[in-house]
């Protein structure tokens, strides 16, 4: 069964230094999203990306983070100079026809800023 | 503000016992609600998805209901098995949004 695949796993940086998370989506999906999770909080919802743009950000996602589908596989997130409350678990998902169809997620990437 | 609270907030359960987790949300205009699984340290996986005008969705052990008039789900877990131990997310959606609105979940710890 296709699934959502995100590296790395883990992610260990300094304060100030730039990061990019991986994902591939499954591969006949057309809309991505990226999610955090502050350890013991609930998912929050980040950005959404179609047809190569930004369809829908939250109040999160402000001039840090930028969102970007490289090729026809990859969709990245990138931070720019990570702060210690980025820390947390990183989702990436994707669906065919939102909000109508399930988002798949993958299992995360854990990224620590110390 | 759009809202999803969920209760209880954790359980714990004998393996074979039956369990139901409860969900109300405030978001509108509704377009479906879902009950996610996530084991600890991984990605949610989807187990049920409503839009409003159902009532009920079944996935094996695990058996949504929906009652769009109250803003209120449940979901119900038959015979417990110790797999069954994880977080339970109601997750909701708006008509012709792209993004969810998540739950802080219910943790379900299934004991032998």
């Known amino acids: 069964e296709p699934e959502v695949t995100q590296t790395p796993s883990h992610q260990v940086t300094q304060m100030g230094q730039e990061v990019i998370l991986r994902c591939v989506p499954i591969s006949n999906h057309l809309y991505f999203y990226w999610y955090r999770q502050i350890l013991g909080q609930k998912v929050e919802f980040l950005v959404s990306?179609?047809?190569?743009?930004?369809?829908?950000k939250s109040e999160i996602f402000d001039d840090q983070f930028s969102v970007e589908r490289p090729d026809g596989s990859n969709f990245t997130l990138k931070i720019r100079s990570t702060k210690l409350e980025d820390s947390a678990m990183y989702f990436c998902?994707?669906?065919?026809?939102?909000?109508?169809?399930?988002?798949?997620f993958g299992p995360g990437t854990r990224l620590l800023v110390l | 503000k759009n809202q999803v609270e969920q209760s209880p907030q954790s359980l714990i359960i004998l393996e074979g016992k039956n369990c139901t987790l409860q969900c109300n949300y405030t978001v509108s205009p509704f377009s479906n609600l879902r009950w996610y699984k996530q084991d600890t340290g991984r990605g949610p996986v989807s187990l049920t998805i409503?839009?409003?005008?159902?009532n009920t969705k079944s996935n094996g052990r695990y058996t949504a209901t929906l009652d769009a008039d109250t803003k209120q789900s449940s979901l119900h877990i038959t015979a417990s098995q110790l797999s069954d131990s994880a977080s339970y997310i109601c997750?909701?959606?708006?008509?012709?949004?792209?993004?969810?609105?998540f739950g802080a979940g219910t943790t379900v710890t299934v004991r032998a």
């Open positions: 997750v909701v959606s708006l008509f012709n949004d792209y993004k969810l609105s």
């Open positions: 998902a994707s669906t065919t026809n939102p909000p109508q169809e399930t988002q798949y």
């Open positions: 990306f179609y047809n190569n743009e930004i369809s829908e």
């Open positions: 409503m839009t409003f005008s159902e």
